[in-house]
């Protein structure tokens, strides 16, 4: 199966934005679902935002409308745009995929993760 590693974290002011990418090594990233995930300090990891190999998308109530995941094929690479950032979203954040039609929200159903990516915003 594929390998996973996540850039493009970092230290961003309040309202920012910034873009994080996951590239895929090692296989396709065809028919795998790809998600994002979050765990802030001393929180259990988070489902964030999923997009299957077919184009369907499920983000979570407290991103939707700031952030935007896509996919490229040709590039095997996972992104995820977040824009108007918060404090609340100061978290490292892991890229996952699995071979399903579905989109799961729960860490344990991903077969494969990226070591995550710091992403501070500063008030």
């Known amino acids: 199966q594929v390998q996973l590693i996540e850039s493009g974290g970092g230290l961003v002011h309040a309202g920012g934005s910034l873009r994080l990418s996951c590239a895929a090594t090692?296989?396709?990233?065809?028919?795998?679902?790809l998600a994002w995930f979050r765990q802030a300090p001393a929180k259990e990891r988070e489902f964030v935002v999923g997009v299957s190999w077919v184009g369907a998308r499920i983000i979570s109530d407290s991103v939707k409308g700031r952030f935007t995941i896509s996919r490229d094929e040709p590039q095997n690479t996972l992104y995820l745009q977040m824009n108007s950032l918060k404090t609340e979203d100061t978290a490292v954040y892991y890229c996952?995929?699995?071979?399903?039609?579905?989109?799961?929200?729960?860490?344990?159903?991903?077969?494969?993760w990226g070591r995550g990516t710091q992403v501070t915003v500063s008030s």
């Open positions: 090692g296989g396709t990233i065809s028919m795998y679902t």
């Open positions: 996952a995929g699995v071979r399903t039609t579905r989109i799961p929200t729960t860490q344990n159903e991903y077969q494969t």
